[in-house]
């Protein structure tokens, strides 16, 4: 007879079988839809959806990542598939680590979720050629997205590849799999008409084509007016209240909501307050929206080479709700959290109204729309005040109510109101700076021990340095003329030399000094950077987006090496014929300033060189790096160009996320223990354009709350703890223009002071409203009080609180004021509730507090601290 520890280890190995076998997340059920919404199961949904890039964080990564999206009402994960980083080789498939497709499915599924894959396979995206392998551009008579025989092979190949191995893995709804919709093509209405009449043929073909892989599940064409019958045709945008799909058969989808935007090199950083973000989401499912998606929910990171561009920074961070380092971005993940419960409230009258709701006009900018079933057992509404400067009371049912500037307010009854998208109840978190220290304070050989006394600032014996040779370097070619960048490259590098020799003769330096002639090298056009080197010495740079390159150059008697080194920083993303669209130079060069005239240096032949010695060496690979020839760093080489540097460092105790900081160095790449960071370059933006004052109302466009003015655009770098060891971390650069490595610093990324302000005039928990007093009506939704929720990070407690005052506090976050009405049991009340813990919550009203000032509406204010927790379990 087994016993009873012999009989629970067999049910754990059963259970783990049957988990590690069983790919049914669900009871098999079908999707499909009608003209007011995705019908799963039967049944109309109105669905949230976040926007979550697997290949943009790692696979340790993905179970919070889709736990914190569900924790803020997502009921839907949504993803692109990136075909180059799927298919790098043609026929060679790539499906582990960050590329692990199934294994990022299965875990939306085994959380609960459905998921909207957007196979494309054109993916925008801000990635690398849109996700387009480079190796596509290469086959004889291809033209990308248009009615071309050779792209649709190689497209419906690769789409008939992914929609097979989610069958075979039985991850589609009828299988009891999470998926529940899937796009073909992506934003091809912008740019079909530069195709005419093949473009309408592509459209039509690309239809049928994915109709007829028999997913089983709806498609979508994001954008794309002219979409088939049975095809959902959808909206990308900062709005989408006014879109109605082509077809009354259809429901209207927001496939991508920007709740933020991207960033570019040497440019601000975008910000969309969120009082905005939760206005355009009301306003769609308040005028029949039915599915929602934010772009992006979590934006994450652009390691490697992924980033497209030009000029796309390495983190793709996109003012989230989920921060790029996977910490919840406050107030914008729980104000969001709590429209979502409020939306969620109003379903069942969202879902009963057959074709429109019921319109009110409420004044000039002011409207009702009320969503009542049939019987009148259920009736929501949501009352709008579109006016970009003025509060407006309004009268909705014989009751009047206040309505902020560009607000909507969700009455999930028809009569009291749940939430306000201009009212943030939300905490605010702050990230800490406090804790980055120097690099170089930590960092030692491998092997030793280390205080933070012995190394200092200054001192450089941790470092090693390697320089990376000019022009020709190993295996190279000569040919006559120019040619493309990523024709030679085939973008296995950012880098291509070009090298070739001019002759100077004592005449031309005669000429030189009898004119007085300045001779140039004239480049009619270039992209992205540009590095001239005479006689291995660096002449000028250049930097732009297809711009005229004219650079003054010093020649000496005789034959001179000329060597041009080429970059791309992330391959175009976007746009009509990609696979014309390439690097490196275009039109003529030419050497102006001869006594015979300018040479024509497009006919000239020139040696090619492709990518970095240390690339091809691999110098930062955790093996390879030690058969390098590194020498130690000297104080006075630290400004050279074209140089690797290596070093060990030690980790930030925790489960915090890691983060180093380049803001000392120029531009180049970074490696850690092998795995590729990512690009990082210290442009600085422009110091003006950014606000003081973020206002949210009004229109929103991409620079409207712009940030980081007259900083580096991107300082801290992203390192996921599952690249990392507790010690003797591998940190690898290469430095293209000279920099410092003594001042890197590396810090804990973590959320150090939470905020809190919320006022007796709040409403009541969204919780609430589900409680079986409420239901029953044995109380009313309006006696129960606001609440405080205040949240550290995994891993940190509320350790002490630094203010709390319920009255009239004035001020902000870091910077509250004590008003003249304060209740002396504030800081006791809040400390109780709150110190030691994760998390907690305080009931704001004056059964709690007391009444300090009667006629009054008062506000708790409270600022904590949040620091790591001894017990990790303590969360």
């Given at each position: 007879m087994l016993s009873s520890r012999a009989v629970l280890r067999c049910l754990v190995l059963a259970w783990t079988l049957h988990f590690a076998f069983s790919t049914e997340f669900f009871k098999p059920f079908n999707v499909h839809y009608d003209h007011r919404a995705l019908v799963i199961d039967g049944k109309r949904r109105m669905l949230i959806s976040a926007g979550i890039h697997y290949p943009r964080a790692t696979p340790q990564m993905w179970p919070d990542l889709i736990a914190k999206s569900k924790e803020g009402g997502a009921e839907v994960v949504q993803t692109y598939v990136f075909w180059n980083g799927h298919e790098p080789i043609?026929?060679?498939?790539?499906?582990?680590?960050?590329?692990?497709?199934?294994?990022?499915?299965?875990?939306?599924?085994?959380?609960?979720?459905?998921?909207?894959?957007?196979?494309?396979?054109?993916?925008?995206?801000?990635?690398?050629?849109?996700?387009?392998?480079?190796?596509?551009?290469?086959?004889?008579?291809?033209?990308?997205?248009?009615?071309?025989a050779v792209f649709k092979d190689e497209m419906q190949r690769y789409v008939t590849k992914i929609v097979d191995l989610m069958k075979q893995e039985r991850l589609l709804s009828w299988q009891g799999g999470p998926i529940i919709m899937m796009q073909i093509e992506n934003e091809y209405g912008n740019i079909e008409g530069q195709y005419g009449k093949e473009g309408k043929e592509y459209v039509k073909w690309a239809a049928s084509m994915a109709i007829g892989l028999g997913a089983g599940v709806p498609w979508v064409m994001c954008r794309q007016t002219d979409a088939p019958e049975n095809i959902i045709d959808s909206c990308n945008g900062f709005y989408c209240d006014g879109f109605r799909p082509n077809s009354y058969k259809k429901p209207a989808l927001w496939t991508e909501d920007w709740n933020g935007w991207y960033t570019n090199w040497g440019e601000r950083v975008p910000h969309r307050a969120v009082e905005d973000n939760a206005f355009a989401v009301a306003r769609f499912f308040q005028r029949g929206g039915s599915f929602h998606n934010y772009y992006m929910y979590f934006g994450g990171t652009n390691f490697g080479r992924t980033s497209g561009g030009p000029f796309i920074i390495t983190s793709y961070d996109y003012?989230?709700?989920?921060?790029?380092?996977?910490?919840l971005r406050q107030p914008k993940w729980g104000h969001l959290k709590d429209l979502h419960s409020a939306i969620k409230l109003c379903e069942p009258a969202l879902v009963a109204v057959d074709d429109?709701?019921?319109?009110?006009?409420?004044?000039?900018?002011?409207?009702?729309?009320?969503?009542?079933?049939?019987?009148?057992?259920?009736?929501?509404?949501?009352?709008?005040?579109?006016?970009?400067?003025?509060?407006?009371?309004?009268?909705?049912?014989?009751?009047?109510?206040?309505?902020?500037?560009?607000?909507?307010?969700?009455?999930?009854?028809?009569?009291?109101?749940?939430?306000?998208?201009?009212?943030?109840?939300?905490?605010?978190?702050?990230?800490?700076?406090?804790?980055?220290?120097?690099?170089?304070?930590?960092?030692?050989?491998?092997?030793?021990?280390?205080?933070?006394?012995?190394?200092?600032?200054?001192?450089?014996?941790?470092?090693?340095?390697?320089?990376?040779?000019?022009?020709?370097?190993?295996?190279?070619?000569?040919?006559?003329?120019?040619?493309?960048?990523?024709?030679?490259?085939?973008?296995?590098?950012?880098?291509?030399?070009?090298?070739?020799?001019?002759?100077?003769?004592?005449?031309?330096?005669?000429?030189?000094?009898?004119?007085?002639?300045?001779?140039?090298?004239?480049?009619?056009?270039?992209?992205?950077?540009?590095?001239?080197?005479?006689?291995?010495?660096?002449?000028?740079?250049?930097?732009?987006?297809?711009?005229?390159?004219?650079?003054?150059?010093?020649?000496?008697?005789?034959?001179?090496?000329?060597?041009?080194?080429?970059?791309?920083?992330?391959?175009?993303?976007?746009?009509?014929?990609?696979?014309?669209?390439?690097?490196?130079?275009?039109?003529?060069?030419r050497f102006t300033g001869l006594r015979s005239g300018d040479l024509e240096l497009s006919k000239s032949f020139w040696t090619y060189q492709v990518g970095l010695k240390g690339e091809l060496r691999r110098v930062y690979g955790l093996d390879e790096n030690e058969q390098a020839d590194w020498t130690d760093l000297e104080l006075d080489a630290t400004v050279s160009p074209l140089t690797w540097y290596k070093t060990y460092f030690d980790v930030p105790k925790g489960?915090?996320?890691?983060?180093?900081?380049?803001?000392s160095m120029g531009k180049g790449l970074a490696w850690v223990n092998g795995h590729n960071i990512g690009r990082y370059w210290s442009w600085v933006s422009p110091k003006d354009g950014c606000p003081r004052t973020c206002d949210y109302r009004g229109a929103f466009y991409d620079m409207k709350c712009a940030t980081n003015c007259g900083k580096p655009t991107q300082s801290w770098y992203h390192i996921p703890r599952s690249w990392l060891q507790a010690s003797d971390n591998l940190l690898v650069l290469f430095e293209e223009t000279g920099g410092n490595p003594l001042e890197i610093s590396i810090k804990s990324q973590f959320s150090g002071i939470i905020c809190g302000q919320v006022s007796e005039s709040h409403y009541p928990p969204l919780s609430a409203w589900s409680h079986p007093d409420i239901i029953e009506g044995k109380i009313s939704i309006n006696d129960v009080p606001p609440e405080m929720h205040l949240h550290c990070d995994k891993g940190h407690v509320i350790s002490s609180i630094t203010f709390a005052?319920?009255?009239?506090?004035?001020?902000?976050?870091?910077?509250?004021?004590?008003?003249?009405?304060?209740?002396?049991?504030?800081?006791?009340?809040?400390?109780?509730?709150?110190?030691?813990?994760?998390?907690?919550?305080?009931?704001?009203?004056?059964?709690?507090?007391?009444?300090?000032?009667?006629?009054?509406?008062?506000?708790?204010?409270?600022?904590?601290?949040?620091?790591a927790s001894l017990d990790i379990s303590d969360v």
């Open positions: 043609r026929g060679q498939y790539n499906f582990e680590g960050r590329y692990d497709l199934v294994k990022f499915v299965k875990l939306v599924g085994s959380s609960g979720l459905y998921l909207h894959l957007r196979i494309g396979p054109y993916a925008c995206a801000e990635w690398n050629f849109g996700g387009f392998p480079v190796w596509l551009r290469d086959l004889p008579g291809i033209e990308f997205r248009t009615n071309n003012d989230a709700p989920i921060d790029e380092y996977g910490l429109s709701a019921q319109y009110i006009w409420l004044g000039p900018n002011q409207e009702a729309h009320v969503y009542q079933s049939g019987n009148g057992s259920v009736c929501s509404a949501f009352l709008a005040n579109i006016d970009s400067y003025w509060t407006s009371t309004v009268t909705f049912r014989g009751q009047k109510y206040n309505l902020p500037p560009w607000s909507v307010s969700i009455l999930p009854d028809c009569r009291n109101t749940a939430f306000n998208t201009a009212k943030v109840g939300a905490q605010i978190s702050i990230k800490t700076l406090d804790l980055a220290s120097p690099l170089s304070s930590n960092l030692k050989e491998p092997g030793e021990s280390l205080s933070h006394h012995e190394v200092s600032f200054s001192n450089s014996k941790t470092w090693k340095a390697l320089k990376e040779p000019v022009g020709v370097w190993g295996d190279s070619f000569t040919v006559q003329g120019l040619w493309e960048h990523l024709n030679v490259t085939k973008d296995t590098s950012d880098y291509l030399w070009y090298i070739t020799r001019i002759h100077i003769s004592d005449d031309d330096i005669s000429y030189w000094k009898e004119n007085e002639v300045s001779p140039s090298l004239i480049i009619d056009g270039m992209r992205d950077v540009v590095r001239i080197f005479i006689n291995g010495k660096l002449a000028g740079s250049a930097v732009g987006n297809w711009v005229r390159v004219v650079q003054p150059v010093d020649f000496l008697k005789g034959d001179n090496e000329l060597a041009i080194l080429s970059e791309t920083v992330g391959l175009q993303n976007y746009g009509a014929f990609l696979e014309k669209d390439g690097a490196g130079f275009r039109g003529q060069m489960v915090d996320p890691v983060s180093l900081n380049f803001k005052s319920y009255g009239t506090p004035g001020g902000s976050c870091q910077n509250f004021l004590r008003g003249n009405c304060h209740a002396r049991s504030s800081m006791s009340v809040v400390a109780d509730a709150c110190q030691g813990r994760n998390s907690c919550s305080v009931n704001v009203s004056n059964a709690i507090f007391g009444d300090p000032c009667r006629a009054t509406i008062k506000t708790l204010a409270v600022e904590a601290r949040c620091t």
